[in-house]
């Protein structure tokens, strides 16, 4: 599964279980206007990290945080290995 | 067995909670920089008793740029964390104006930087499980105050202000995030305190004591118990009515 659809999966699971209503994903939607709030967010941030390995909000992920689902996903996407 | 991170847990307090909890039923995982002797009896006496698990792994916790790595380590040994007590600390000692700076800043790292990056990494795994408890170590100092002990209190006052507002942050995942103060108490941390101030401290307590290990650990005990499940944000005075 592509680290794309591992996130989306996970976006659609966490608003499920944080009953929150999702609007269409998109790569152009803002990551606040998706439904998701800042804690559903840091639950995805968490979750990704067990699944993914990744985290780059770690110490070293000095990184802005991304306004879109598109520069969200993209950070995962050209996490170095 | 549910698993709980004890730090500063091999002797003292932390090692009081650690036995506490463990007894429980709970898997325990103290860290710390030493093991010790006590720490390696406690470890033997939760193995004979059946009940619960005790393990160590050292730590300098002062390190702090380690902290989310130790914190992968542990749950790829342990699994995912249900509870963290945030324990260790430095009991710096000493009239402000004339402390050294390095042990001001010293102080700072260990009783609350220290603490807040292992809350990141470890609240991270209580939120992709089944919730999860947080207790921090206060001290009735933070409100009080007490003379030579100002860069100590300001550090245990710290904590409760992270302990409420990371109590709203996380409450909504079914976390709990609550501190215990405790009182004046006998272990090495207070050993710059004669015993004429301590005799001082318990004739002035409600109770004419002071509180012991046991105390304070039964309070950290029930917080993370089901009947604490809705007591969260809360600083849990444990002191003999010292404070009362």
């Known amino acids: 599964m592509s680290t794309r659809s591992v996130i989306l999966d996970e976006i659609v699971r966490i608003a499920e279980q944080q009953k929150k209503k999702l609007a269409p994903l998109t790569d152009d939607l803002p990551l606040l206007g998706s439904g998701l709030d800042s804690l559903c967010i840091a639950v995805l941030v968490a979750t990704l990290d067990d699944t993914l390995g990744i985290d780059p909000f770690d110490r070293d992920g000095d990184v802005p945080f991304p306004v879109t689902i598109g520069d969200f996903i993209s950070l995962y996407e050209n996490a170095p290995a | ?244």
Do not use: C, W
């Open chain 2, 1 to 244: 067995m549910l698993n709980a991170l004890v730090t500063g847990g091999t002797r003292g307090l932390g090692l009081g909670i650690a036995k506490a909890l463990a007894s429980s039923g709970f898997q325990v995982i103290a860290i710390a920089r030493n093991e010790g002797d006590a720490m390696a009896a406690a470890r033997e006496q939760v193995a004979r008793d059946g009940r619960g698990a005790l393990h160590f792994r050292t730590f300098d916790l002062a390190d702090i740029d380690r902290i989310g790595d130790l914190v992968k380590t542990l749950r790829r040994d342990f699994g995912g964390f249900y509870g963290l007590v945030n324990n260790a600390a430095i009991g710096t000692s000493g009239i402000l104006t004339t402390m050294p700076d390095s042990a001001i800043e010293r102080a700072v790292r260990l009783n609350v930087v220290s603490p807040l990056t292992l809350t990141k990494y470890v609240v991270r795994s209580m939120m992709t499980g089944q919730g999860g408890r947080i207790v921090n170590l206060s001290s009735v100092v933070s409100s009080t105050g007490y003379s030579g002990l100002s860069v100590y209190s300001a550090t245990k006052a710290s904590l409760t202000g992270f302990t409420r507002s990371l109590a709203r942050e996380v409450g909504p995942l079914g976390i709990t995030v609550n501190a215990v103060a405790p009182g004046f108490i006998n272990t090495e941390m207070t050993r710059d305190l004669n015993s004429n101030q301590l005799v001082q401290i318990a004739r002035r307590s409600a109770l004419q004591r002071l509180p012991e290990v046991v105390d304070i650990a039964n309070a950290v005990d029930f917080l993370f118990s089901e009947q604490a499940r809705n007591i969260t944000g809360t600083v849990m005075t444990v002191d003999a009515g010292n404070t009362a």
